[in-house]
């Protein structure tokens, strides 16, 4: 059944687990880009093309085949060991992760990675150009599949492509240290509208395909020579705040939230970081700074704990194993040196939650701590917000992620200035309820007006009317 709405991202939006009795099942996955992409597929009956997780035997094979899950209708594309291990683990975590969010850590180049790299990019090219109706919308979702869309266009050059890439878009400074950097740009301009989560990422781009690949190009627009139009621009995504306040305001999630409270000695405030365990999100440096101001008294393990949620991530990734190691040394020596019997300074879980639970967990927070390195936007920043329906509750945020932009009226904190953040967690901690609901006010206005459904639509929109402003400028 050719679809006339087709997403494409590395990922399905369910995970492949096997049952107890050996056949093969399928569970809703968590995740920033599954969180936000739900909702547009559903409207638009789409259908959506991703690895499920897992090794395939042979990814030729064919062994995979469409689905329906939920009401969603879904392709898999089988990836070997061999293909998780250079194209996933490898080029797209390894070399452009890190790179792409400031060189945090250090990005490996390696060339049978890149090749893995363009050969998956080409399975998934492939796949939707099968599924794809005449003329359809295809939308390409991330830094894993950036050839994506030249190579579709190639195949398909009635479709109308998007592109959105979820994470930043590193300045030219940075991009240019790829050996195959003019490959990506290349592969990105074969897009109708490439997005970005801020104007940043958009002009960083637009000025690379100027300087790289030497296009024309006028303000957030590229010329190609052969007539065609690519809009850069930036589309800052959101969270459905309707429903996360809604969980919030369900009464087994405040029932929940304050036996969370109560479990952990009700404490006068929680603070509470819940991250991907990943070294973009600045937990070592976030919780060092906490653990200081109980070692000067300014904060006391009676009156707060931190609740640290660390979701297991990219466990194959050595720098993912090196700080997972770092944090639980960390973590087992502040509790040790600082904490008493039944009063750690952190509370600290290595696991992922039911929705409900993570509501629960936001409820609970008095203080919210998100201080990534780089983020390309922050999803927890903003379903804290929509979570904190009394208008309480302080959020403490880096400047580098793109939340930051939107959510002024958090206490906004450099991540690499430990004494900086320790003013800031003290400021949030001590702030009355006058202060804290100002701020909170705002921020939630912010958020119910900008979520989700209005993300989608800005870029659904852009995409449907740029191959109009396309024509017009070519014929003109
Ligand atoms: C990338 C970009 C950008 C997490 N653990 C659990 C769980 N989650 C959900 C959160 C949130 C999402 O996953 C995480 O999104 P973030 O934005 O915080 O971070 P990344 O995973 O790095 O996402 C990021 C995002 O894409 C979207 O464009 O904002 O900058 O890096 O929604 O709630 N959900 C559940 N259980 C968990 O244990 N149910």
């Known amino acids: 059944m050719p679809a006339d709405l087709v997403i494409v991202a590395n990922r399905l939006p369910v995970d492949r687990v ?38 395939s035997e042979d990814a030729d094979a064919g062994d995979l085949d469409p689905f329906e899950a939920d ?14 291990e250079l194209f996933y683990e490898g080029f797209s975590n390894a070399t452009i992760w890190p790179i792409y969010h400031d060189l945090v850590a250090k990005p490996e180049f390696h060339r049978e990675w890149w090749d893995s790299y363009v050969k998956v990019n080409e399975k998934y090219a492939a796949k939707a150009a099968s599924v794809a109706a ?7 979702h991330d830094y894993q599949l950036q050839l994506v869309p030249q190579m579709l266009r190639e195949l398909r050059p009635d479709l109308r492509i998007g592109f959105y890439l979820h994470i930043p878009f ?51 627009l590229v010329y190609l020579p052969d007539g065609r139009t690519v809009r850069a621009a930036a589309f800052p995504i959101s969270i459905d705040a309707a429903g996360f306040e809604a969980l919030a305001s369900d009464e087994a999630v405040v029932a929940r939230a304050a036996e969370i409270r109560e479990a952990l000695g009700s404490p006068r405030r929680i603070f509470l970081g819940i991250d991907r365990l990943d070294y973009t999100k600045g937990i070592y440096a976030r919780l060092r700074a906490y ?12 009156d707060a704990v931190f609740v640290q949620v660390a979701v297991p991530s990219r466990e194959q990734v050595e720098q993912y194993r090196i700080l997972r190691d770092e944090i ?20 600290y879980l290595h696991s992922s939650y039911p929705r409900e639970e993570m509501a629960a967990l936001y409820t609970a927070a008095d203080v919210m701590v998100v201080t990534p390195y780089r983020d390309g936007m922050n999803l927890v920043a903003k379903e804290y917000v929509a979570c904190r329906t009394g208008d309480d509750g302080a959020l403490v945020l880096s400047e580098f992620a ?11 904190v450099n991540p690499y200035d430990i004494n900086g ?56």
């Open 18 to 55: 096997t049952q107890p009795d050996g056949t093969q099942g399928w569970r809703p996955s968590p995740g920033g880009l599954v969180t936000a992409i739900e909702p547009v597929m559903r409207a638009n009956d789409g259908t959506w093309i991703g690895w499920p997780g897992g090794p």
């Open 71 to 84: 009401g969603l209708q879904l392709v898999p594309i089988g990836l070997t060991a061999e293909e998780i």
């Open 134 to 140: 005449e003329g359809a919308t295809v939308w390409v």
């Open 170 to 220: 590193p300045p030219a400074e940075l991009f240019q240290q790829l050996p195959w950097r003019r490959q990506l740009l290349e592969g990105l301009l074969g897009a109708d509208l490439v997005g970005f989560q801020l104007p940043g990422g958009a002009a960083n781009f637009v000025r690379l395909v100027r300087q790289r690949v030497g296009h024309k190009t006028h303000r957030d």
């Open 291 to 302: 653990a200081e101001l109980i070692e000067t008294g300014e904060l006391d393990v009676e």
């Open 328 to 347: 639980d040394r960390l973590v087992g020596r502040i509790n040790g040196d600082l904490g008493r019997i039944g009063r750690p300074a952190i509370s």
């Open 402 to 412: 793109g939340a930051a932009d939107e959510l002024r009226q958090a206490w906004l």
């Open 421 to 476: 953040m320790k003013a800031a967690l003290l400021e949030a901690y001590r702030a009355d309820g006058k202060e804290l609901t100002r701020r909170m006010k705002a921020m939630r206005r912010t958020i119910k007006k900008h979520d989700v459904a209005a993300w989608a639509d800005a870029f659904m929109t852009e995409l449907a009317d740029v191959e109009h402003s396309t024509h017009a400028k070519s014929v003109r």
